[in-house]
């Protein structure tokens, strides 16, 4: 899986540097879940795990209407992802839920839960769109289904 996120990069080098310091039995592998943080339009967005897999999501805390939520992804049972709209003080306890690959819909008593919490299909497009002017485009959200593709541009 590419993840475009200098903090995957930073994760990578330290990893990497280990490993060619150190003997086969000592090396490590790059496990670690894909992170990522941005600010759009003064709201900060956080994400862990992989939401492009999952078949259902759940606004597990918060609420869409606020802009303030937090976005939990599941699939076939068990959570994949997470993703915070002003909620980044979460992140580590979704990404721990993840790790263990605990339950989807979590059923935790948490603060700004939603008195009903009902998850629904996440619809993640299978196929991707070429962008206008293309040369090169990547498809695919599954990491087994990633496809690369040279798009030559008619003169």
């Not at 980044?88 to 919490?117: C, H, K, N, Q, S």
């Not at 962008?131 to 030559?152: K, M, Q, Y």
Request: proline fraction near 8%; glycine fraction near 6%.
């Amino acid at each position: 899986m590419s993840l475009e996120h200098w903090g995957n990069a930073v994760a990578q080098a330290e990893i990497a540097a280990h490993n060619m310091l150190s003997d086969q039995a000592h090396r490590w592998p790059h496990l670690s879940l894909p992170v990522f943080w941005s600010n759009q339009f003064g709201v900060n967005i956080k994400s862990v795990g992989v939401t492009s897999i999952a078949d259902e999501v759940v606004i597990a805390q918060g609420s869409v209407e606020e802009r303030r939520f937090v976005a939990v992804y599941g699939y076939k049972g068990r959570i994949t992802a997470a993703v915070t709209f002003d909620q980044a003080m979460w992140l580590d306890f979704y990404r721990d839920l993840i790790e263990r690959a605990t339950p989807f819909p979590p059923d935790y008593r948490m603060v700004g839960r939603p008195d009903e919490m009902r998850p629904v299909p996440a619809e993640v497009p299978q196929r991707m769109a070429p962008a206008a002017g293309a040369t090169v485009v990547v498809t695919g959200h599954d990491p087994a289904e990633r496809r690369v593709s040279l798009v030559r541009q008619q003169p």
